[in-house]
C-alpha cells in the first residue's frame, strides 16, 4: 500500500533552474495539497487542489504553479528557482470530509544555491 | 484567519517522564483538531484527532482533549520512551465550506520532543 509518493527525495538547483515535484496518490481521494516546511514554523500550504480539475492558492504560492493531472497526480512546478524556496516540500491527500486527517508523502528536500 | 500555537521548544525530557505539550488555536466555528508526528527523515503521520468539543483522542499511550472554552487542545503522555523523540505538530482544518476546505490543515511550528535514557 503506497500511499502518497513523492519524487525526488533530495534535488539540488541552482538559482534560476526550473523543476518539477511529483506527487501521486493511491487512495482514490478527491484532494491534494502541497506544503512547504521550514525550522520554526511548522509547515504552510502552497497550492491545493479540492477535486480533480481545480486548484487554489494557499498561504504562500509566489514563485510555484501546480497541475492536477488526473485525480491521482499532482505536481508542483518551480520556474525560477531562488534560494528563498530552500525547504523541504510534502505532498498531501486527503477525503472531502469534514474531520478527515491527511496523509502525508515522504517529503522532497529542494536546495537552491 | 485560522492559526495555532504551540509551546515553544524543544522539550528534553528523561525516559518514564510524563510530557504535555500545549497546544492551543483560533478558528471560527468548531474545527477539527488534530495532532501529527514526524520521525526523523520521514513525513508527517497522524497520531490522533477530535472533531467535536469535549472529544478525546488518544492512541500509543498518547492523549489529547478537544476544549472549546479554552481553546485547546494539549498532547499528554504518561511515560515517554526514547522511541517518542520526534517532532510534534497541532493541526487545525475548518469545519467545511462548501467542502471545499476539508483536510486543509493549519499548523504550528513544531514542537521536538527528544527523549534520553
Known amino acids: 500500500n503506497a500511499g502518497v509518493t513523492q519524487t525526488p527525495k533530495f534535488q539540488v538547483l541552482k538559482t534560476g533552474q526550473s523543476m518539477t515535484l511529483q506527487c501521486a496518490q493511491d487512495?482514490?481521494?478527491?484532494?491534494m495539497y502541497w506544503y512547504r516546511q521550514d525550522p520554526g514554523m511548522g509547515l504552510r500550504l502552497i497550492y491545493y487542489?479540492?477535486?480533480?480539475?481545480?486548484?487554489d492558492k494557499g498561504e504562500v504560492p509566489n514563485g510555484y504553479n501546480v497541475s492536477r493531472l488526473n485525480k491521482r497526480e499532482f505536481s508542483l512546478r518551480l520556474e525560477s528557482a531562488a534560494p528563498s524556496q530552500t525547504s523541504v516540500y510534502f505532498c498531501?491527500?486527503?477525503?472531502?470530509?469534514?474531520?478527515?486527517?491527511?496523509?502525508f508523502g515522504q517529503g522532497t528536500r529542494l536546495t537552491v544555491v | 484567519g485560522d492559526s495555532v500555537t504551540q509551546m515553544e521548544g524543544p522539550v528534553t525530557l528523561s525516559e518514564e517522564a510524563f510530557l504535555t505539550i500545549n497546544c492551543t488555536y483560533t478558528?471560527?466555528?468548531?474545527?477539527?483538531l488534530f495532532w501529527y508526528v514526524q520521525y526523523p527523515g520521514e513525513g508527517l503521520q497522524l497520531l490522533l484527532k477530535?472533531?467535536?468539543?469535549?472529544d478525546k483522542g488518544s492512541n500509543k499511550g498518547f492523549e489529547a482533549t478537544y476544549r472549546k472554552e479554552t481553546t485547546s487542545f494539549h498532547l499528554e503522555k504518561g511515560s515517554v520512551q526514547v522511541s517518542d523523540s520526534a517532532v510534534y505538530f497541532c493541526?487545525?482544518?475548518?469545519?467545511?465550506?462548501?467542502?471545499?476546505?476539508?483536510?486543509?490543515?493549519?499548523f504550528g511550528q513544531g514542537t521536538i520532543l527528544t527523549v534520553h535514557p
Open positions: 478558528a471560527t466555528g468548531y474545527p477539527s
Open positions: 493541526a487545525l482544518s475548518p469545519p467545511g465550506a462548501g467542502g471545499t476546505s476539508y483536510g486543509k490543515l493549519t
Open positions: 498531501a491527500s486527503s477525503a472531502r470530509r469534514a474531520g478527515t486527517e491527511a496523509f
Open positions: 487542489s479540492a477535486s480533480e480539475g481545480t486548484t
Open positions: 477530535a472533531t467535536k468539543a469535549d
Open positions: 487512495m482514490n481521494h478527491n484532494s
